[in-house]
Nanobody, 123 residues
Framework: VQLQASGGGLVQAGGSLRLSCAPS????????MGWFRQAPGKEREFVAA????????YYEDSVKGRFTISRGNARNTVYLQMNNLNPEDTAVYYC?????????????????WGQGTQVTVSS
């Protein structure tokens, strides 16, 4: 495993969580990074992406205004701040790295994947 996602948990609707994605064994400072999620019985879907230099971010429509993707000071750690969570956000969240300037919504763009962290939002 080269990416380690953490920070998931159980939260009530309207609450917040902050997910982290840290590398193991290599640096991802020069990769675009993304977050995806997979709810039970559904296909994995794109959530957010940040460019290599952290100057560009891109969100799935349902999370715009609620989620914020960012990179740490050394650009090697990626965060997903999730506010105003609702039960539809319940899923396993995965971080991924793309050897490109900007990541996008397509899984095929991403070369490395983390193991996932569970987020459960109760109503």
């Amino acid at each position: 495993v080269q990416l380690q996602a953490s920070g998931g948990g159980l939260v009530q609707a309207g609450g917040s969580l902050r997910l982290s994605c840290a590398p193991s064994g290599r640096t991802f400072a020069y990769y675009a990074m993304g977050w995806f999620r997979q709810a039970p019985g559904k296909e994995r879907e794109f959530v957010a992406a940040v460019s290599r230099g952290a100057g560009y971010t891109y969100y799935e429509d349902s999370v715009k205004g609620r989620f914020t993707i960012s990179r740490g000071n050394a650009r090697n750690t990626v965060y997903l701040q999730m506010n105003n969570l609702n039960p539809e956000d319940t899923a396993v969240y995965y971080c991924a790295a793309a050897d490109a300037e900007s990541g996008g919504r397509y899984e095929g763009q991403y070369k490395y994947w983390g193991q996932g962290t569970q987020v459960t939002v109760s109503s």
